[in-house]
């Protein structure tokens, strides 16, 4: 763990012991909730806070204050400095020529308890274990001790509300100092936590000057609580250089949004500005702008402040998390709802109001309008996710279209031609949505042809026509009529090809999600036919390239397939080393480790797990050969001869014959190219002597003069009858090889009979070609 430095731990502990306190305080004093105004010299009741003990014990608005806690009102402090009667034990009041005395104040509401103490003091704690965590895991940066000082002034600011309302001076002087420090402290953290990213885009003397401003603001708050002489003109100072200090921030947020939207950065400032924007908008806009400008309250402080968890929350996903989530595409969703939920909200409230009777001030439609519009725009969010998530679940399979896509696209993997793919299509759309039968039908656009793979009936057949011939039709088009219903899966310059279904079982017409999925596998069926035809239309002209006499694909044409061979040999070589054999591996020593360190293992099941090991030991090595050959390793660090031996050895390891090499003739330099050409050729002529020749003796030579090289290979096998004409893809060896001979420029001359043994002799030039890359 990291240490931590004196000064660091000292205000650390300025912060515990002052949340202590607060909270100390607020669960053994009571919210009273008694606002007061003098009338010729005398204090009378005019305000009865909610929630408050004066709201609960029915004290008269109007009453006036003949003494708090004994004495005169003037002399209490929170009657004397703002006008509000707090931290008292008794209070006697008059009202209607009656005096009433109040000695029971010990109390507070559920409402206030969880509002302003449970929630601020789990708040607070949260933010101390978050703190914890940044300092303990994350890197260690300059902008972290910014960002854990923030964390902290906002949960103590959230905090002091409990004791300010209360009228305590220590409370009243953080909740001052804390909140317009805060949003100075942030600034200060977003210059230093993006100048580690080298950007820059304001001042570091804005800093420096919002830090004088807010100290000397609070510094005066400070004289005036001591002095007990709190002026009534100050009382909107700290209120408005807040909201200036917030137009600030979202100003520089805001600003650098827009400079480094579409940079590598981007995505971290619309991150800062969201989470910005839900911590601190309602409690500016609800309440803070209202209250200084027209003296109403939209939302309580208490609601305003709660939103302030969405700052520790978008800090803590951005300094954690490799990899944010698509924020962009988030707002987008969240945008839509927004404005699919202004008219519904705005009848709803209007409904409401003429349903019930109810106080109708312009702020208490505002309170419900919110309500009702946040709570539309998170139900219509939550159902998004919701059925992403359940509705796999919640529905059978068998009826889900996003399963049946899946299993389509799976089957079509399996289909070479059309007319499997359509019919593919027929039985999936017949499991899913339970028709009574399925045609499939393809008409010549310019000609009067018809094709069909099952019978039609006649009226049918004559509804297709008529419904063909009446509209232009697209690939997904649905055509609808009263013999059924019909999507376009195919379309093309010479026809068009439908799936013409005759009905539900139920005899309902089509909804929109089952034509939604008709159109989607209609497409996709569309794409893979058209990919089937590509396919052919390629296999075609290969084979047209094919010289019909040498039955021999072009030189560049041999070249780039095995050129694509061998990065494919290459990428499955690496997927099996990186993937399946590391993991094996793995298993190997876990079970090694607990055959040495389990000693209470029983002798039978010890017995068995050996055995397990040395199969899977078997399974490493079966994999290992298999790299090698799929890509021979440090082919291009040996060079041609030491392969070819390592690869004889190998050989001879696992078959019945003896492999004399000769390579002494051989002396020049190849290109990589023609090293794993000849390896290749090697490796095949070898896999034929073990699995068709019946061999006991192979000669291998390979030499070279000036212009060429010769590869010589023999055997004494059983050999086969090569007297007639060959097809090069009738025999997969003797064709690859000829290929790759051919994509070199070289020759081939096999001499082989029934019982004489097989004999190649292989030449091409030794002049390096320009290698053929993919």
Known sequence: ?????????????????????????????????????????????????????ADRHFVPIGAEVVSVNGESP????????????????????????????????????????AFY?????????????????????????????????????????????????????????????MFLTSPVILIHFLYKYFQELNVYWFSK?????????????????????????????????????????????????YRGLYVYKSTPVGSIFKYMSVGVSIAFFPYIFLYLIPALTFGVKIISLEIGAFFLVALPITFMYLITREQLVDITFVMNRVRYYALLSVIPSILLTFISFWAVEVDRSPVVYIQVFLLVYITLVSFLSMKEILDFRLQRHLFSARYSFQESMHRMAKDMKDQSNAVDLMKVMRGEVNNVMNVRDIYIYSKHIKRNMYCVYDQIPDDIMENIREQLDKNNYDVGSIIESSKGFGVIVGFSLDKITMLWCKGKRDFTTLNRDEKTYLQTISHNANIAIENMNLIEDLVKELRRLRNDQTQKYPTWLSRLLFT?????????????????????????????????????????????????KE?????????????????????????????????????QLRSNFTVYFSEED???????????????????????????????????????????????YSDNGRGMDFSFQRDLFSHIGLSGIEQRVNGLNGSMDISTAPGQGFEAVITFPCTATKEVHV
């Not at 070589?573 to 190997?588: N, R």
């Open 74 to 113: 003037e002399e209490h402090t929170s009657v004397s400095m703002f006008s509000e009667v707090e931290m008292a034990d008794s209070i006697t009041v008059q009202f209607d020529g009656s005096r009433m005395v109040y000695d029971d104040i010990t109390d507070s509401s559920a409402m206030h308890w």
């Open 117 to 177: 103490i449970l929630i601020p003091i789990l708040f607070f704690v949260s933010v101390l274990g978050i703190s914890y965590l940044v300092h303990k895991r994350v890197p260690t940066r300059y902008s972290m001790g910014t960002l854990i000082l923030y964390f902290l002034a906002v949960a103590l600011g959230y905090m002091s509300n409990s004791g300010a309302v209360r009228d305590d001076l220590y409370s009243v002087l953080l909740n001052t100092s």
């Open 564 to 612: 694509i061979a061998e990065n494919q040999r290459k990428q499955l070589s690496i997927d099996l080393h990186d993937t399946v054999l590391q993991e094996q591996l793995f298993l190997y020593r876990k079970m090694d480790d607990l055959l040495r360190q389990r000693k209470d293992l029983p002798k039978t099941l010890h017995s068995e797990l050996v055995m397990y």
């Open 615 to 651: 199969s899977l030991l078997d399974s490493i090595h079966l994999i290992r050969e298999t790299c090698n050959e799929l890509r021979p390793a440090f082919i291009e660090e040996m060079g041609l001869v030491q392969s070819l031996n390592n690869l004889i050895q190998q050989y």
């Open 205 to 253: 003397k804005i800093i420096y000057f919002l830090y004088f401003v807010t100290i000397m603001v609070s510094l005066l708050e400070k004289y005036y609580l001591v002095t007990k002489n709190y002026p009534a003109w100050f009382n909107p100072v700290p209120h408005w250089l807040l909201l200036l200090l917030y137009i600030i921030l979202f100003t520089i947020i």
């Open 666 to 712: 051989f002396t020049t330099e190849l290109d990589q190219e023609h090293v794993l050409a000849i390896f290749r050729i090697v490796q095949e002529l070898l896999t034929n002597a073990v699995k068709h020749s019946g061999a006991k003796v192979v000669k291998l030579s390979l030499s070279n003069d000036k212009d060429n090289v010769e590869l010589h």
């Open 1 to 53: 763990m990291k240490k931590m430095k004196w000064f660091h731990i000292l205000v650390l502990l300025f912060f515990i012991i002052s949340g202590c306190y607060i909270a100390f305080l607020s669960m053994n004093q009571p919210f009273i909730g008694i606002d007061l105004e003098e009338k010729d010299g005398n204090y009378v009741i005019s305000e009865i806070n909610n929630e408050g003990w």
